[in-house]
């Protein structure tokens, strides 16, 4: 069974940074492109970045272009989105999931929580 666990997010002032992380099991993750999302109060899941299967190519959404990285570690079946220079619009819960449209992939984690105030 596909899981997707996320973690490390928390409240951080404007300015600041956070890295979150996601451990995936159930399926070969090497084989996969991962994205990042978020879903802020009120409004729909959004993609946030992408990588390739084997980290080589990565893509971010024009709102955080230039302050979040996204990476992978294939051997530990990990996911990390590196934030910085954080702003209170990135305020919303972090998920992770494959960048492929299978119904294996419909099942979402609980998303961890970051909120970005003073």
């Known amino acids: 069974q596909v899981q997707f666990v996320e973690s490390g997010g928390g409240l951080v002032r404007p300015g600041g940074s956070l890295r979150v992380s996601c451990v995936a099991s159930g399926f070969t993750f090497s084989r996969y492109a991962m994205n990042w999302y978020r879903q802020a109060p009120e409004k729909e899941r959004e993609l946030v970045a992408a990588?390739?299967?084997?980290?080589?190519?990565?893509n971010y959404a024009d709102s955080v272009e230039g302050r979040f990285t996204i990476s992978r570690d294939n051997a530990k079946n990990t996911l990390y989105l590196q934030m910085n220079r954080l702003k209170p619009e990135d305020t919303a819960v972090y998920y992770c999931?494959?960048?492929?449209?299978?119904?294996?992939?419909?099942?979402w984690g609980q998303g961890t929580q970051v909120t970005v105030s003073s």
């Open positions: 990588i390739t299967s084997i980290g080589g190519f990565t």
């Open positions: 999931n494959a960048a492929a449209s299978l119904p294996m992939f419909n099942n």
